[in-house]
């Protein structure tokens, strides 16, 4: 069964630290890894999306880093504001016989950035 | 101008009631999809439609009828409400012309926060 799980559940910081967000995956066959960041009341943003083939991306203080091998992914916000404080959900995509992606979401982090 | 809007942002209605849940994407995208967000806020996928056809219809009541009249819209009818359909759903879109490009960015609605007493 295709499962995605991200740790912690919730994680507060003070602004201007650093974190980092962890996910663990069970899909297969792997096709891609996203990182959507989700504010309250909003539908979700992408922020990075990863093939098998890529390590590491950066967007902005968001990088997020890829070990297929073990099937984790870790999201790394640096220098957090205020702003950053949401919901960070692990996305993962399994590639469909006959082409065409099925997504996998996980449960979320709640960040919440305070002074 | 909003690239994805679903209307109405909520909906509140007594167990029984049909409804309707539209959505439209002006960015020229050819596949647009539903999700269904719980009270623990896991996001689960609904159904995926590519240039009008259905692509993916996950394991989901057949009180829920998607209907897409044109590329740039898909509504979503639910049939005779239970309590259980509380909650958040959300309308997104992607460009995906086939329907399999593999890092494919989808672009999600505001969601519409569905509420059956």
């Known amino acids: 069964k295709n499962q995605v799980e991200q740790s912690p559940q919730s994680l507060i910081i003070l602004e201007g630290k650093n974190c980092t967000l962890q996910c663990n995956y069970t899909v297969s066959p792997f096709s891609n890894l996203r990182w959507y960041k989700q504010d309250t009341g909003r539908g979700p943003v992408s922020l990075t999306i990863?093939?098998?083939?890529?390590n590491t991306k950066s967007n902005g203080r968001y990088t997020a880093t890829l070990d297929a091998d073990t099937k984790q992914s870790s999201l790394h916000i640096t220098a957090s504001q205020l702003s950053d404080s949401a919901s960070y959900i692990c996305v993962v995509s399994a590639r469909l016989t006959g082409g065409g992606n099925k997504l996998t979401f996980g449960t979320g982090t709640q960040l919440k950035v305070e002074l | 101008d909003t690239a994805v809007s679903q209307t109405p942002k909520y909906l509140v209605t007594q167990m029984g009631n049909d409804k309707s849940i539209k959505c439209e994407q002006n960015?020229?995208?050819?596949?647009m999809y539903w999700y269904k967000q719980d009270s623990k806020k896991f996001l689960k996928i609904m159904f995926s439609y590519n240039n009008k056809e259905l692509i993916i219809n996950e394991t989901v009541p057949n009180r829920f009828s998607p209907k897409s009249p044109d590329k740039a819209h898909l509504n979503l009818h639910i049939n005779s409400l239970e309590l259980g359909d509380s909650a958040v759903y959300f309308c997104?879109?992607?460009?995906?012309?086939?329907?399999?490009?593999?890092?494919?960015?989808?672009?999600f609605g505001p969601g519409t926060r569905l509420t059956v007493l």
């Open positions: 960015l020229g995208h050819d596949t």
């Open positions: 990863m093939t098998f083939s890529e």
């Open positions: 997104a879109s992607s460009q995906d012309r086939s329907g399999r490009t593999i890092t494919d960015t989808q672009y």
